[in-house]
């Protein structure tokens, strides 16, 4: 027992880590199950297209997914795309450049999902925000948003 436990500690400990993997929601309604699979009791269901998650583990079809406040579940692999959003933390002005002595266009609220349109080396993430009446683009403090990775660089 004593060996089978030191070996597990040297596994784990050996094991590199990887990023985390992050994905958004693909329609507007999307079941979260405590399982992988249909048979898993439905704990919520997601009504918020584009809605980012982190992608922890996956088997067969099924991933596992975290969202922001640590809610755990699986959803099938379909209900998730690559396409990359994140959710506003804390709120601050979106600016015309990545510079922040530059203009700013809009001043963007926490829980506004935002489009990552790019994150280049550096503090700011060109992003896209919207409403049912306007659309912004600009940069955004990388800080303030959930769903990247410290360092990440997303291209265009």
């Known amino acids: 027992m004593k060996n089978s436990f030191v070996f597990f ?17 693909k329609y507007d309604k999307v ?9 898993f009791p439905i704990l919520w269901v997601y009504q918020e297209k584009n ?5 922890l583990d996956s088997f067969e079809i099924w991933r596992q997914i975290r969202e922001k ?5 699986w959803v099938h692999q379909n209900m998730l795309k690559k396409t990359r959003y994140a959710i506003v933390e804390r709120e601050a002005s979106l600016l015309k450049k990545d510079d922040p002595q530059a203009p700013v266009v809009a001043l963007v609220q ?11 080396k550096g ?14 683009k600009g940069w955004f403090l990388r800080s303030n ?11 265009r």
Not at 128 to 135: I, Q
């Open 110 to 120: 926490p829980g506004v999902i935002a489009k990552v349109e790019e994150c280049p």
């Open 51 to 55: 809605f980012p998650v982190e992608v």
């Open 9 to 25: 500690l040297l596994f784990v400990l050996s094991t590199p880590v990887l990023g985390a993997e992050y994905a958004s929601l």
């Open 31 to 39: 079941n979260l199950r405590t399982g992988p699979g249909e048979r």
């Open 145 to 155: 948003l959930w769903g990247l990775d410290k360092g990440e660089i997303i291209e």
């Open 123 to 136: 503090n700011y993430c060109r992003i896209s925000v919207s409403d049912e009446t306007h659309a912004k």
């Open 69 to 73: 406040d640590g809610t755990l579940g």
